[in-house]
């Protein structure tokens, strides 16, 4: 993150000082425009002018491109020498016809454009884009095929494993991220619109979303709300996130993001909208619903049955890691008659030893946990293994037997991590640590009272937020019963007839009917040569 | 009134919960012993009538709640006082409410917790929530409806397993006079089933207006029928004079589950589904008071009530009642008479006529004008 | 505004957590759990109640593995008082922590306790306070103080409590002789004008100071085992009288409590020759008025095996099996029978007859209520039929000793 500061910081002073304003349009004099995009980048030695001359009128020109931003080879070997070797057809060719034949007939690239404005111009010099002047005329080229440079290549997605389903995920690169949705979804109903977002860091943002499924209303929302950010600068999409979600102030995400093209095409056919940024792998969906954060791309492809066990487990994890500490202070200080007797004995037992009461000692625990997990999280992988060592063996045995903790109280915080790593999506996870300790609240005070208060208030709180205009805990409440096949059960796909209405409201047909499979009729003669072919085989 | 629209299936999750909220706790109908289910059965149809009348007086004028329509049909003056009362009616009855549940939790699992604290974590739910609105509220219901019939069916497949449920102590049936058990079913009415009067201040934000007729009568049918059967299912675990003496039947009834040395102890049950349904009830009734006296005093932002009323909610609750007998005694011998049966039934009657008269009127004008 | 009312509302609700002070909390280190409760009478005519407390250290065994060898798993206090709630501040001056009875699952009362003063007002405090359940079992110390049976420890469960509340569960599924009757059980038979309880009892065979010692462990042979003892009789919530073996068993049976039995009869003018074991069994209690007297009767529905043969009898032929039926079926009968002529002289309905016409006939019950007891049930016609099935004869059909017999021949 500190490079990113300091150049903030640099940032900050320069703003002050006196910039010449910038004038409208390039002059016909290749110096002066030069000169001003010298002076415009401060003579940064990264803002390559190659002058030179071309045609048979020896007319000077320049190519200007940024280092690092542009493919080296394609410029040289394409740009540069297509341009030196030209020949003028005509002696007496005037500098606008050279302009002309130049576009025609020279450049062998796609996406040139001819541009007469400052500000456009060093827009696309800075995304990667050749600037061509020519001197005489007051128009320049703008090369946006030269766009290249060092950048991660494709690989596979570290934060949403998948047992099966496609392994890629997006990398920095907003055009690439696009175009591997496109590779997917192969429609011309797929429609990407960007603009560009931050006063200083142009940073491109892209949405994209299927025009004969989704929602219009909602790209209408996404758009009116992208147009009104005005901040300096969109360095992740979590930027984008903080500032067009619904409910700020709730501690749950209202808006999912993913790393995985198939997740973006999936969501997409459901009508959903996607917000590509320049520079993140992280792409947003939204408008989302809370089970959606319980669901994995393998549900998908995995069969239903299984699928649906998972989800259940899955939300029985999100009330383990909520609640599992919590409800373990309740039992034991409010209503130690709700144990069994043979359990509360033993725990009982155990903590004879501990010198603090069970809230303080759940604290100390889960605190201890949450530094663990910090220490792990920023390490080096080589050490990650270390810390777990020390921190779970060792400090939790030695403690254990020094009798400063309990072990049952080391069971049940150690259950509630492993429950929140379970959780498929991290959004999730991290909200409920934070609740997680209200809840220890809660129990400390008033028990199993306050647990449920605190469940209820919860429910109350997720049934008032929505995202983009959907309710957010849709469709379990507003309870819409046919939509259910797709949440906490997930319904076979050929029993998936429709989709969401709620987010693409005018195309919900998916499939056709009749699409459940069945055995051929008649099935005798199939059954007979299968058996021969295996006789064939053994 | 906000700008919020609860779909039929809401309403009727929200009215059944609301029904069977405090009366899973609070025991009806027990003057005809173990015709207990019986004499619920008989109130339904009480409560059926009740919702029928409030209906048709809500039908001559759709889209108002009562305290609006009330000055049209007594006149600005004596319909404004009425609808003052009846303001006054339905916090007097929120406040009984959260004093129950307050009690409930109190007696049954934090005896040294000052009831004050108890209900102040019971209003900051049901503050925070009125504040969400009702759409927030109807949606919760939709949810933990689920979570309450989990619980119910789970608990009653226990019970059978355990073998507690004895059908012999429901009989004999009919033991008592029929005007006993007449009684017990003109008790049941006012409560729980006359309590549905609150949602006249619900039906303006219904989607579809023409269904809030059978919304309504298959909500009060739906928890008729459940209040009956957990009436019996009590009763034939616990026997009548084990159920007469309990301050909270169910919770017995769930304690008497001891199975397979595991499933037992059960109390959590009792709790979450009890809780829930409190939180229903009170929240309903808090937030009527709350819409009514909004429209009452023209008050246009209503959220800005929610806090001060709440608070004195939260008061009043703990200033009715000295102790919980005498609490429990108001609440079966005062309120229901002189309470209940005025605002539950003549009122609505009065209102009814005087409905049909204006409408009379008007219809004659418009014929003259004609 | 709005800003400021939120801010309001978030003090309020953290208040709400904060001040709470955790009044209602108890730490499992503050408590100390009552695993049975033994109530006597001293001299003075107060209460004298054991409180046999867990010693969770002890029964856990401890993290080092096998440290709950040498101390009791059990700790028993002893204080006094004229009500129960006394005895429970009373015991606050000796014990460090506060009694806790959640976890409660035996309630003992003794024999002159429940003789003199009943077991009524002793049980009122167990049933209006919220800590104690109503599933909580209660028997009657016979013979012995209600002490011995909370002090005495156990061998094979660590508990001694807990033994007793086992051993009753078992016999009563295997015997069939005694009753596993809990709190709620009790309270219901003594409020019911149609009914009196029956409360199983338990005594100390030996020295009851012999069992008190861990070292009484170290023996194979308890020296002083506790044992289950008959069945107390009550009659206006007082004991009246004992019933024990067969006479227990018929109460059991009529009352559609037994699971399994044995039941021996004779053979070809042999006694005990054949046991039959009870696999499945109904009974049907109904009630009508007869020559307008309340008329009871009784049927009996059982299936079972047969379990053992002391001659040599022909199994393989139905004919025997059927006599055989007969023969246990009259058994039964008339052991029924005699109970309930034993049960009427001591004017106590503990059968439950009285609840049975009540339901039949609730209006002819209005009129004897106030007399069943002590003037119509003694003199109350009762029929008894019993239907035997014999299912199955077990792995082998005729027995080993009828071919010993025939070799011999």
Known sequence: MSPFFKGKKQAAPNQSQPVDPMPGSITSNLQDNLSLVKQKFGNSPDIIIRELKIGSSKAKAAVIYVQGLVDNQLLNDFLIESLMQYQSSSQNETKPEMLDNIYDLVIPMGGVKKQTEWSKLLESLLVGATLIFIDGTDKAFTVASTQGGEGRSISEPTTQNVIRGSKEAFTENISTNISMVRRIIRTPDLWVESMKIGT?????????????????????????????????????????????????????????HTEKPDVIAGNLLEGRVAIFVNGTPFVLLVPVVFIQFFQTPDDYYFRFDIATFTRFLRIFIFFISLIGPAVYIAATTFH??????????????????????????????????????????????????????????????????????????????????IASFATPSFAVAI??????????????????????????????????????????????GPFRPVENGDTLIRAPWWATKKRPSLFSSNNVKREAENQMPAPPQPRTIKSESTEKGNQNES | MEKAKISPRQLFVLMVLFQLGSSIIIPVGLTAKQDAWLAIL????????????????????????????????????????????????????????????????????????????????????????????????????????????????????????????????????????????????????????????????????????????????????????????????????????????????????????????????????????????????????????????????????????????????????????????????????????????PFQVIFPLLLLVGAILRNKKKQKKQLATK | MSRKRTFLFGILASLSVFTSGCWSERQLTDIAMVAAVAIDRNEEGQYEASYQFFNPG????????????????????????????????????????????????????????????????????????????????????????????????????????????QTLESTEKA??????????????????????????????????????????????????????????????????????????????????????????????????????RVVRQKTNVSADMKNGKPHISVHIHMEGDIGEVTVPINLKDPKTLEKIEKDIGKQVKKEIETSIRHTKKRKADIFGFGEVFHRAEPKEWKKVEKKWEDEIFPHLAVDVSVETFIRRTGLRNNSYLSEMKNGKE
């Open chain 3, 175 to 276: 015997l069939g002789e005694n009753i596993d009757i809990d709190l709620e059980e009790v309270i219901n038979a003594l409020v019911s004008p149609g009914r009196e309880p029956m409360i199983s009892g338990f005594t100390v065979k030996g020295d009851p100071k012999a069992g008190t010692k861990q070292e009484s462990l170290q023996a194979t042979e308890m020296p002083s085992p506790i044992v289950a003892d008959g069945n107390a009789v009550f009659k206006n919530g007082k004991l009246v009288g004992w019933i024990e073996g067969t006479d227990a068993r018929s109460v059991l049976w009529v009352m559609d409590r037994l699971q399994s039995t044995t039941i021996t009869t004779a053979w070809a003018g042999q006694k005990d020759a054949l046991s039959y």
């Open chain 1, 431 to 476: 909200s409920v640590r934070l609740l997680r300790f209200i809840f220890m609240g809660l129990a400390a005070a008033f028990g199993f009272y306050g647990i449920i208060i605190g469940l209820i208030m919860m429910t109350v709180h997720l049934c008032s937020l929505r995202s983009f205009g959907v309710p957010y805990m849709a469709p379990l």
């Open chain 1, 336 to 417: 130690q008659e709700m144990i069994p007797t043979q359990l509360v004995l033993i725990i009982a037992a155990q903590r004879e030893t501990v010198p603090f009461p069970a809230v303080i000692e759940a604290l100390i625990m889960e605190l201890a946990f949450e530094v663990l997990r910090e220490a792990g999280l920023r390490l080096p992988k080589a050490i990650g293994s270390t810390v777990s060592i020390v921190g779970g063996l060792v400090i939790g045995q030695a403690a254990v037997q020094a009798g400063i903790v309990s072990p049952p109280m080391v069971i049940v915080v150690a259950i509630t991590a």
């Open chain 1, 200 to 256: 200083q860091t142009n940073t491109n943002v892209s949405i994209m979303y299927l025009n004969n499924i989704v929602d219009h209303d909602v790209v209408q929302e996404v758009k009116k709300r992208l147009k009104k950010i005005k901040i300096d600068s969109i360095l992740e999409s979590g930027y984008i996130e903080q500032l067009i979600e619904d409910q700020p102030a709730s501690p749950f995400p209202q808006i999912y």
């Open chain 2, 42 to 341: 008989g109130g339904m149809a009480g409560g059926l009538l009740l919702f029928l009348l409030y209906y048709k007086v809500g039908s001559y004028y759709p889209g108002l709640v009562p305290t609006e329509y009330m000055p049209k049909i007594w006149g600005p003056v004596l319909g404004k006082i009425f609808a003052f009362l009846y303001v006054l009616y339905l916090f007097y009855l929120a406040a009984r409410v959260l004093r129950d549940f307050g009690e409930m939790l109190v007696i049954f699992a934090y005896p040294e917790t000052p009831l004050f604290i108890i209900n102040l974590l019971w209003m900051v739910l049901v503050v925070y929530t009125v504040r969400k609105g009702i759409e927030a509220l109807a949606r919760t219901g939709e949810i933990l409806f689920t979570v309450v019939a989990i619980l119910a069916v789970t608990s009653f497949i226990l019970l059978v397993f355990n073998g507690s449920i004895d059908t012999r102590n429901l009989q004999p049936v009919f033991e008592e006079k029929p005007i006993t058990l007449l009684k017990a079913m003109g008790e049941s009415v006012t409560f729980p089933f006359g309590e549905i009067l609150v949602f006249t201040m619900i039906y303006p934000y219904l989607t579809q207006l023409k269904k809030a007729k059978r919304v309504g009568l298959y909500a009060v049918l739906i928890s008729g029928l459940i209040l009956s059967v957990t009436m019996a299912i009590n009763l034939s675990v616990l026997g009548f004079s084990l159920l007469s003496r309990s301050q909270f039947p169910l919770l017995s009834t769930i304690q008497t589950i001891q199975l397979a040395e595991f499933l037992e102890r059960l109390d959590v049950f009792f709790m979450i589904g009890v809780i829930i349904g409190g939180f229903f009830k009170i929240t309903i009734f808090v937030y009527v008071a709350i819409m009514g006296a909004a429209s009452l005093f023209k008050v246009k932002e209503s959220s800005h009530l929610v806090f001060p009323l709440g608070l004195i909610t939260l008061f009043l609750s703990i200033g009715i009642a000295g102790n919980f007998p005498e609490h429990i005694r108001e609440g079966l011998d005062v309120v229901p008479l002189y309470l209940h049966l």
């Open chain 3, 58 to 165: 002890n029964i856990a065994g401890g993290l080092q593995g096998g440290g709950g060898g040498q101390s009791p798993p059990v700790a028993v206090y002893t204080a006094t008082g004229d009500t129960i709630m006394e005895v429970h501040g009373n015991m606050s001056r000796k014990i460090s922590r506060e009694p806790y009875y959640s976890h409660t699952n035996l309630v003992v009362i003794s024999e002159e306790l429940a003789k003199k003063e009943g077991i009524a007002p002793v049980l009122e405090a167990f049933d209006r306070g919220s800590q104690f359940r109503v599933t909580t079992s209660v028997v009657i110390a016979h013979g012995v103080k209600a002490k011995d049976l909370v002090t005495t420890l156990a061998a094979l469960d660590k508990v001694p409590s807990q033994k007793i509340m």
